[in-house]
C-alpha cells in the first residue's frame, strides 16, 4: 500500500505534493520521490526512507516556477526499499513520469518484451514496467488516452496511477483497478490522491474513482472516462466534512478498525498472482526442498498464526511441525535433524527474538524461510529465501490484517507443498483454489454485521474482569488470539485454552462473573466442544460461542458466522474476536491504537 498524489493548478506544486505525501505517509513510509514540470522537461526527485530525506533534497532546488507534478511515499512490494527503485519511475526516453500502487503480476512476461525489444530497465520494480509499456502504446496509438487504454488491455493484477507527460504540460492521467484514487475539485486547481488527507486543507469536493475508469486532469478541466473504451462518463461531485485525522483513518474512528475492514483488500492482495490456472504460483519456494521437519518460529499474534497453520500442514502436507516462542526458541539448545527447515514469521521483519532464532539456525547450517510484510526487512535479508505478505503498513499496535496476511500465504505454503509431496486430500485443491478467491467478497459482506454484533455483545459482557476463550483444533489458536486481543486492548484479563484442556484445572475459575466465548462452528469437533461448553453451563458460566446455521450448542449468546468451507471458516472467526475486542475497548475508553506499555515493533529483547 503507497499514498500517491497529484497536482495541477495555479499554485506552486512541490510544496502542496510534499505536504500531502507528508498527510499520506502512514500508507508508506520506505521511500518517496517527486515528479515535476520545468522548462527542460520531467524532473525526477526520490530518496530513500522517511519524507525527511526527499525534503533535503528538495531544498536546494528552485522548483516555485512547476504549477503540475505528481508524489508517492512507497511501501515496497516489488524491489528493495533503496533510491533506485523509489517512485516515480520513467520511461526510456524520459517523456513519461508515474508514480504507481499496486502489483503488476505479469510484470515479469512484459519485462522480458520490452527488453526484448531494447528497453533498458533501471529498477526491480513492476512500477517502471508499466511506465515503459504505456510509453509503448502511445507510440503505437500516436496519443496519450488511446495509448493508456492499449497499456492497460495488457495489465494483469492492481494499480492506482498517475501519469505526467512531457510533451503535454499541466496535464495528469491516471486511472485505477482494486487500488484507491480519488480526485479533488478544486477552483483553478485539482488534485488525484490514494485518501483524501492528501488534499483536504485545499479542497473538500471529492470524485469517487470507480476500478476501469480513466482520468484526464489540468487546471481547470477533469474527465472521466472507461479505460477500455473510451467513452466519457458522468460522476458525481461529492462534499467531505470530515477532519483531516479522521480523513487519515478513511472515517473509520481508529486505525484498527480500518485494517480490520481492510482485511478483505489483504487477502485479494495476498492472492494476486499467486494462483495461476488451478495452481499456487510460490516461486519463492522452488530453491528449497519440502521440508522433512519444519520448526515455526515466531511470537504474539505471528506465533498463533503459526499454531494456526501447524494443523494444516501436518494434515495436508504430512509435515511434522513444531511451533516455537522465539523469545525461549534462541535460549534452548535445539536439535535440528537432516532436512530440516526453519520457517520465521514476523509482521516487521525487525522483531528481536526471531532474528536472533534465525542466527541460532544459520549457525546450524539449517535452510531458513521468512514470512514477513516489509521488503528489505532484517528477517527478509536474513533468509535463504522469503515470502512477503503484502498487507500494507499497519498503524494501530495491535496486529489485526497482519495475521489475516499470514494465513493465507501459510495456507497457500501447505497447498504448494502437498502438491509437491501428493499428500493432499482429495478435492482439496481445486475446492481451496475455488473458495479462496470468493472469500474477500463474503467477508465485506459480512464484516458490518459482525461488528454490530461484536458492539452488542461488548456492552453486555463489559463488567467482565476475566475471561476464558476456547477452542479445539485450528480453532484453539483462534481462542489464544481472541484471548490476546482483549487482554492487549481493553486490559480485560484472558486465557485460550484448548477446550478439552478447561477440566484439567481452570474450570475451577467458572462462576457466573467469569465468562466464556467459545468457538463452537460446525466441524468434526462440534460435538467434542459442545460438551465442554455443557461443563461450563452446569458450573453457572456465561458463554459466548461463534456458530455455524443449522449447528449451534445451546448457550446464552450463540453469534452466527455464515458457513464456509474448511479452514476457510477461520477467516471469519478472526476478524469476529478482533471486533469484539475492539468494541469493548471502545465501551470502556480505552487507547485502543496505541494501548498502555506496548509496542508496535519489539526490536529489542
Known amino acids: 500500500m503507497c499514498g500517491i498524489i497529484g497536482y495541477t493548478g495555479h499554485r506552486p506544486a512541490i510544496p502542496a505534493i510534499v505536504e500531502g505525501l507528508r498527510r499520506l505517509e502512514y500508507r508508506g513510509y520506505d521511500s518517496a520521490g517527486v ?106 496509438t500516436g496519443d496519450v488516452r488511446r495509448g493508456i487504454s492499449w497499456a492497460l488491455s495488457r495489465i494483469d493484477g492492481a494499480y492506482a496511477f498517475a501519469l505526467l507527460s512531457r510533451e503535454h504540460p499541466g496535464k495528469i492521467w491516471a486511472s485505477r483497478k482494486a ?6 475539485i478544486g477552483t483553478g486547481e485539482n488534485f488525484l490522491a490514494s485518501d483524501i488527507p492528501a488534499f483536504l486543507p485545499y479542497t473538500r469536493e471529492v470524485v469517487f474513482l470507480d476500478n476501469g475508469e480513466l482520468v484526464e486532469i489540468d487546471a481547470g478541466s477533469w474527465q472521466v472516462f472507461d479505460a477500455a473504451s473510451l467513452e466519457p462518463k458522468a460522476k458525481e461531485v461529492r462534499h467531505i466534512s470530515w477532519d483531516v485525522q479522521a480523513a487519515q483513518k478513511d472515517g473509520y474512528k481508529h486505525f484498527m478498525l480500518k485494517e480490520i475492514f481492510e482485511q478483505p483488500k489483504v487477502i485479494r492482495d495476498c492472492l494476486a498472482g499467486r494462483i495461476q490456472k488451478g495452481r499456487v504460483v510460490l516461486p519463492e519456494l522452488d530453491a528449497l526442498e519440502v521440508p522433512g521437519r519444519l520448526t515455526i518460529v515466531a511470537c504474539g499474534t505471528s506465533y498463533h498464526a503459526g ?8 494434515s495436508w502436507a504430512r509435515i511434522p511441525v513444531q511451533v516455537e516462542i522465539a523469545s525461549e526458541f534462541r535460549y534452548r539448545d535445539s536439535v535440528f535433524l537432516p532436512g530440516d527447515l526453519v520457517l520465521t514469521i514476523s509482521q516487521s521483519g525487525e522483531t528481536a527474538d526471531t532474528l536472533a532464532a534465525i542466527r541460532i539456525a544459520r549457525e546450524a547450517g539449517v535452510p531458513i524461510l521468512g514470512l514477513c510484510n516489509v521488503v528489505g526487512s532484517s528477517i527478509a535479508r536474513e533468509s535463504d529465501a522469503v515470502v512477503y ?49 470468493k472469500l474477500p467478497e463474503a467477508l465485506e459482506r459480512e464484516l458490518p454485521a459482525i461488528r454490530d454484533k461484536a458492539r452488542t455483545l461488548s456492552q453486555e459482557y463489559s463488567d467482565a474482569r476475566s475471561f476464558f476463550f476456547l477452542g479445539r483444533g485450528q480453532n484453539f489458536p483462534m481462542a489464544l488470539e481472541g484471548a490476546l486481543k482483549l487482554k492487549e486492548i481493553s486490559y480485560i484479563h484472558a486465557e485460550g485454552y484448548a477446550a478439552g484442556e478447561m477440566k484439567h484445572g481452570p474450570i475451577a475459575l467458572i462462576d457466573p462473573h467469569f465468562p466464556t466465548f467459545a468457538m463452537a462452528l460446525g466441524d468434526e469437533l462440534l460435538q467434542k466442544v459442545a460438551s465442554n461448553l455443557q461443563e461450563v453451563q452446569a458450573r453457572g458460566g456465561r458463554i459466548i460461542a ?28 478472526l476478524p469476529a474476536v478482533q471486533l469484539f475486542a475492539y468494541e469493548m475497548a471502545v465501551y470502556l475508553g480505552k487507547d485502543v491504537d496505541q494501548p498502555r506499555n506496548l509496542a508496535k515493533s519489539v526490536t529489542v529483547e
Open 179 to 184: 487500488s484507491p484514487l480519488l480526485m479533488g
Open 307 to 314: 499454531l494456526w497453520a501447524k494443523y494444516l500442514l501436518e
Open 35 to 140: 515528479a515535476y514540470e520545468e522548462a527542460q522537461g520531467l524532473q525526477v526527485i526520490r530518496a530513500e526512507g522517511k519524507l525527511g530525506a526527499l525534503d533535503q533534497k528538495i531544498a536546494g532546488l528552485d522548483t516555485a516556477s512547476s504549477v503540475c507534478g505528481i508524489g508517492h511515499t512507497r511501501w515496497a512490494t516489488h524491489g528493495l526499499p533503496v533510491e533506485r527503485n523509489a517512485h516515480p519511475h520513467m520511461d526510456g526516453d524520459c517523456r513519461f513520469a508515474l508514480v504507481h500502487n499496486g502489483i503488476i503480476e505479469n510484470y515479469a512476461e512484459l519485462k522480458a518484451e520490452l527488453m526484448a525489444e531494447g528497453n533498458v530497465f533501471h529498477s526491480e520494480t513492476d512500477t517502471e514496467v508499466l511506465v515503459h509499456i504505456i510509453a509503448k502504446g502511445v507510440d503505437l
Open 546 to 573: 461463534l456458530v455455524n446455521p443449522g449447528a449451534a450448542p445451546v448457550v446464552e449468546d450463540p453469534w452466527v458466522l455464515p458457513d464456509v468451507w474448511g479452514p476457510l471458516k477461520s477467516f471469519l472467526v
Open 389 to 437: 505478505t503484502q498487507a500494507g503498513p499497519e498503524i494501530s499496535v495491535a496486529s489485526t490484517k497482519a495475521m489475516c496476511s499470514q494465513m493465507v500465504l501459510l495456507l497457500l505454503m501447505t497447498l504448494t507443498w502437498g502438491v509437491r509431496k501428493g499428500s493432499l486430500p482429495d478435492g482439496a485443491l481445486q475446492r481451496c483454489l475455488e473458495d479462496l478467491p
